[in-house]
């Protein structure tokens, strides 16, 4: 546990100065450095550390060991196009480190840009605090689908400033790195409909309201629809298959915790009232997502492309609160919730850490 919080620690450090900073090059050394440390962190790690290693990493490593790179770009297609970019950029610095380490530098460096963009109206060390305690540990194990969430994290940052041309590069990348960032439309629907049109603003309130428990009910048969109508290809039918597990209620019980702390934070709160109806409604699609999760297992993995816009809604609604006591408790809630899950419960199997490179006692 002591290498996390010592990594999180420096990390936020460096970010915390970078905005301090009032030059730009001593602003991008420091955000460097930010993402660099938990790269290290992720690169020298073992490779038991992560169960999706042996599932996509090493295969990958393998693949470009035994192929050239026309072959290899052909036959990892399956693993998406910028996951198997990193490992082999690692093939050729000759160790699968490297390339563990290129993927989580990719999944922090964009996280840290989106915070970047944000960084007039809101805290980045807040952005960043939140990213390493909710997502960090998580990106040790989901590499692909941690990569694709930087991206869409990076895509919404520019959405809320209306770059939404320059917002379509990440999101491309997303799907480039993981085919169910189709899953985040949803999201950017919400935001269409509550920020950008607002119009009808209760109206579609409502909809997403009663419509998203219906999605709960009729989810399979959605899916199933949506896959023989060719709307989506037959690799989404894993989507549709049955299974649950244990976290998937604790989550649940997190996010409806993340619903009640946006509504006392965002109270009375006039700055943040223009972002305020759509991130009541996309707490609660994330809610909604996670309660489908003790039905079915990917269902949790959808959750996730909602719950990391978190990096940007909670620094700016923070930003302009006045209740310190609440602030407090929520950055309690955010670190218990990370122990709970990562050190007792051992989720994402990244605990106890474990390297060749970094000492034992760590």
Known sequence: MLIYIITFLISLFFVYKAQLSKSIVLSLLFLLFGAAIPSFVAGVRDMSIGVDINVYAIPCYDLAMATDFSDFSTLSIRWGVVFPLMIYLGYIMGSLSWGLGFVEFF????????????????????????????????????????????????????????????????????????????????????????????????????????????????????????????????????????????????????????????????????????????????????????????????AFRAALYIEIIYLIIFPLVIKTTSNRLLVKSFYVFVVLLWFYDSIINGVNGTYPYSSEVLPSFF
Request: positive net charge; contains cysteine.
């Open 107 to 298: 999944i922090c460096i964009n996280v840290l840009i989106a915070l970047y963009i944000q960084r007039r109206k809101m805290s980045m060390a807040v952005g960043y605090f939140l990213f390493l305690f909710l997502f960090y540990n998580m990106s040790l194990n989901l590499m692909r689908q941690s990569m694709a969430l930087s991206c869409c994290v990076l895509a919404f940052s520019l959405m809320i400033n209306a770059k939404y041309k320059i917002s379509l590069i990440p999101l491309y990348l997303a799907f480039l790195s993981h085919s169910s960032v189709v899953i985040f439309g949803l999201l950017l629907m919400e935001f269409y409909f509550l920020v950008i049109n607002k119009k009808k603003k209760g109206v579609y309130k409502m909809v997403f309201y009663i419509g998203l428990p219906l999605v709960v009910i009729l989810y399979q048969k959605i899916m199933n629809l949506a896959i023989q109508w060719g709307v989506l290809t037959d690799h989404y039918e894993a989507y549709s298959e049955g299974g649950n597990t244990f976290f998937s209620y604790t989550n649940t019980l997190s996010q409806l915790c993340f619903l009640i702390l946006m509504l006392l934070l965002a109270n009375k709160n006039r700055m943040f009232k223009d972002l305020k109806p759509f991130s009541l409604v996309a707490i609660y699609s994330s809610l909604v997502f996670t309660t489908l999760s003790t039905i079915n297992v990917w």
